[in-house]
């Protein structure tokens, strides 16, 4: 039995799709509406188990595709969710295929405290919408895009790149293209080919390092050159429409995560839900613990709050421990050029380093 502290966090997973992406690694199944049903039975139960009536900030309903639900299932979804305590800031997310949005959906989220939309767009270039088997047209998602910014303001959408194929001027194009819309958040993503997806099964290479690159770098520009501020390493934000929930795992807080293959930090534990169906369904939804020693919360600590623009704040750094970051890290060479960098209240990495992040993070492992 894992005991609540301090969450302010929710993340609840639904893991239907009615379309298999190419490159898609997530917890995911065809929809089916029967297992819908089965599966909404069981996240109750689950949600009703663990949630201990605490007031949350954040909610986010992430997937698999949430929007795939029909409006039945939608409406059962939401009245679990509606009795959960929610304080006067919060930021209640759902993820959204941009196929799946009608006027309906949008009215039911609204009315159901949803006040933010995070869309997978994906890209805005047809020949790569269709190398990524992402089964829409360009004249619909903004169409769709268009209906969804008449309901909600606070929309991000994720775009990947470096897909096979696209070269610096389609990206370009792209970019403009989202420019144009108005939106004040998006998360961007290189293109990982996983060897168990369509894409990995297919052999398909990936871009060179290089290119991959100067791809990063182009949106690195165009977008802070507009407004929006590069405060995470995949993410854009103009000002005050950050991801609270995000910023959530970033900060290493504490949160619950529902449903099947999520995670969850509550007490301290991570924990991870089984990714197996019936398994799930039985009721069984926890598979693997891990006990939060003081050198893995330092660890993650680090780890998590270099991924941002806001770093590891020193305040945070004395709760966990009395010594020296640097020196606990061994990291004075980061700092002697000019990785890390070290301000009156926290430490952070050098944005212009962030494109090879992951290998400077080895070292706080
Ligand atoms: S919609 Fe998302 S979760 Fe579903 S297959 Fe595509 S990428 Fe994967």
Redesign the pocket.
Known sequence: MITQNNIHSIYIHIPF?K???SY?D?C?FYYHQDSVSRYLKALSLEIHKNYKNEVVDTIYIG???PSSLSILELNELFAMLDSISVSSKLEFTVEC?IQDLTEEKLILFLKHRVNRLSI?IQSFDTNILSFLDRNISLDQILANLTLAKKYFSNINIDLIYAVPGQTLEVLEKELKTFLSLQIPHISTYSLMIEPHTKLGIQKIMPISEELDGKMYELIHTTLTKHGYQHYEISNYALPGYESKHNLTYWKNEKYYGFGLGASGYIGNIRYTNTKNFNQYLSGNFISETENMNPILIASNQAILGLRTIYGVSKKKWKEISDSNFVEYFSVSDLVDEHILIETEDSYFINPKYWYVLNEILVKFV
């Open positions: 799709c379309n298999i992406c898609c997530f995911k997937g698999g595709t295929n997978g």
